[in-house]
C-alpha cells in the first residue's frame, strides 16, 4: 500500500515527478489527489505511541509525501521542506557552530548574502566570499576552519557557471567540508547537483518548483544518512516548516515541472538568442548562448538553462525605468520561475541589499536588467520586450 519504490530507481523524471510520494490506496478513499491534513496534531493510542504522526511540526502526511517526491527527482534519499528558502538556508548554516567558516560564491542570492554577512556572522560565523570561476581562488580561501562552501550555480543575476564536482572534489580534500549548491534556478529537471558530488542541494522552492508565484518555500535535499538525520532534527527544533496548505500547492505544481521547465528552457534561449542581435543590447547573459564565457561547462553539468536571464542595453538608469515602465506583459517584480513573465533591475531591487562596492566588482549596473521568462507565447515576448526598448531610447 503506497508502495512507490519500484519508480525510484528506473522510472524516467516526469513518471517519478507524478507518481513518488503518493498513490491511491496510501490513505484509504483512493484518492488519486494527495490529501490536505490541516491538523496540528495527531491523536495518540496510548502515551508517547502513534500511528506514525504526533505534532504537525515534526512531520505531516501531506508534507511528507511532497519531501518523497522532491528526494526522489534530485537523486537524493531524504528531503525537507521549509518555510521559504531562506528558511532553507538558515536551517543548513545551523549544522555549524560558532568559529566555523564559510566559503561562499561571492554573487550569491542578494538574501543569502544579507544572511551570511548580518545574522550569521553575529553568532560567530565568518563568510568569504569569492569568485568560483577560479578553483584557485576557492582554494586559497579554505582556512582550517572551513566547514561549508556555498554555491549557487547558475549565479544571479549575472548568469556565471561554476564547476560543481572540481569543487565538491576540492573540498574533500581537504577535510570534511559539506558542499551545498542552490540549484533554486534549475530546478532538478535541468541539473543534479548530488550527481556532481554536492552534499546538500536547496531550493527557494517558491521559484520554478512551485512555479505558480502563489507560495513560499524552500527545501534541503541529501543522500546522506547522517545529514538527513541532522537537517530533520534542525527541521523539527527550528520550526521553519511550510503549512500543509502549501504543501499541497507544491506537489501539485510538481506534476508539471518537466513541461513548465522545457517550455522556459526553449522560449528563453530563443529570446536570449534575438536579444544577442538587438542594436540597443551590448550583451546577453545566458549559459545557453554559445558566446556565454562558461558554455561548454554548462553543456556537461546541465541539460539546458531555464527562463533567467540577463542583459545590458547602451543606456542607463533612466532608459532602464523607462523599459520597466514600458513593458506590458512582463510584470515589474522580484523573483523568478513563474508562469508569468518578469522583469527587474536588480541594481535598485532584488540587489539593492549587496554592498556598494560589490555590486560594482560583480557588474551590477543600472543599465542590467533581469528577465524572468514565463510560459506566455514567445513572440508576444519579444514584441513586447522590442516595443518597450524602443521607447526607452526614444
Ligand atoms: C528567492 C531565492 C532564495 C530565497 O528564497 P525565498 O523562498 O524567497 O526565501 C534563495 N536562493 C535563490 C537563488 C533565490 O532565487
Redesign the pocket.
Known sequence: MGDDGFLKPKAGFATQAIHVGHDPDKFGYGSVVLPIFNTSTFKQIAPAENLGYDYGRSGNPTRNCLEECLAALDGGTDAMAYA????A?TTVVSLLSSGDHIVSIDDV?G??NRLFRRVVDRLGIKTSFVNFTDLNDISEAIQENTKMIWI?TPT?PILKVVDIAAIAKLAKSRGNIIVVV?N??LTPYLQRPLDFGADIVVY????YLNGHSDV???AAVVKDADLAERLRFLQMAMGVVPSPMDCFLVNRSLKTLALRMERHKKSSLHIAKWLQKHPKVTEVMHPGLPTHPQHELAKRQTSGHSGVFSFRHIGGLKESKKFLDTVKIFILAE??GGYESLAELPSLMTHASVPEHQRAELGISDSLIRLSIGLEDTEDLMEDIDQALKAAFE
Not at 521559504?84 to 528558511?87: A, V
Not at 527557494?204 to 521559484?207: I, N
Request: charged fraction near 15%.
Open positions: 521559504s528558502g531562506l528558511g538556508t542570492y538574501g543569502t549557487e544571479n542552490d533554486t534556478f527557494s522552492v517558491t521559484k513560499i518555500m524552500g523573483s523568478l
